[in-house]
T-cell receptor, first 115, second 113 residues
Framework: AQTVTQSQPEMSVQEAETVTLSCTYDTSESDYYLFWYKQPPSRQMILVIRQEAYKQQNATENRFSVNFQKAAKSFSLKISDSQLGDAAMYFCAYRDSNTGNQFYFGTGTSLTVIP | DSGVTQTPKHLITATGQRVTLRCSPRSGDLSVYWYQQSLDQGLQFLIQYYNGEERAKGNILERFSAQQFPDLHSELNLSSLELGDSALYFC????????????FGQGTRLTVV
């Protein structure tokens, strides 16, 4: 079964600085999708960014960008110009495009933004 | 607003009881997923339905069951409730196979007392 690993249970960043959250995954598939979800204190799950495995270009969404290393099975999230509203739990997720269509989530990284 | 509606938002019930959680997916989405999130825990996948049929099953207890109806809404039934079942239960939907993200509802907070 596919696994998603987030090795940083907690991270902190100064406001306006940049922080990178790590994620690795294990799969034998070549076609899949990767996501970062944000869960603020409201507990709502919010999609931050999505990456298709067949695309070499790293996805970006405003201040959020990813570093997708397919060979290394690594998918890190970079948050630039961190804001207080970025404080949340961040989950990395994997979805296989061929079988089952199930989403696999990591255990999450709790991000604190220091004013 | 993700477009996924879960009811009720909060539920308090006693041990041994049975409850039903309801999920209305986004218009046109065929897949519905149920996840359990206990306090300070990650998301545990329970079950997935696609167009009315069970597609995948995770660590769902035998006391729990789910179904997806012809109008694509889904219900998660939890019976013989225990204190440890207290959690946030999320429903998510996605439109088609393999190419799209999941959109989450706001969750149902279940408290078993």
């Amino acid at each position: 079964a596919q696994t998603v690993t987030q090795s940083q249970p907690e991270m902190s960043v100064q406001e306006a600085e940049t922080v990178t959250l790590s994620c690795t995954y294990d799969t034998s598939e070549s076609d899949y999708y990767l996501f970062w979800y944000k869960q603020p204190p409201s507990r709502q799950m919010i999609l931050v960014i999505r990456q298709e495995a067949y695309k070499q270009q790293n996805a970006t969404e405003n201040r959020f960008s990813v570093n997708f290393q397919k060979a290394a099975k690594s998918f890190s999230l970079k948050i630039s110009d961190s804001q207080l509203g970025d404080a949340a739990m961040y989950f990395c997720a994997y979805r296989d495009s061929n079988t089952g269509n199930q989403f696999y989530f990591g255990t999450g990284t709790s991000l604190t933004v220091i004013p | 607003d993700s477009g996924v509606t879960q009811t009720p938002k909060h539920l308090i019930t006693a041990t041994g009881q049975r409850v039903t959680l309801r999920c209305s997916p986004r218009s046109g989405d065929l897949s519905v997923y149920w996840y359990q999130q206990s306090l300070d825990q990650g998301l545990q996948f329970l079950i997935q339905y696609y167009n009315g049929e069970e597609r995948a099953k995770g660590n769902i207890l035998e006391r729990f069951s789910a179904q997806q109806f012809p109008d694509l809404h889904s219900e998660l039934n939890l019976s013989s409730l225990e204190l440890g079942d207290s959690a946030l239960y999320f429903c998510a939907s996605s439109p088609r196979r393999g190419s799209a993200e999941a959109f989450f509802g706001q969750g149902t907070r279940l408290t078993v007392v």
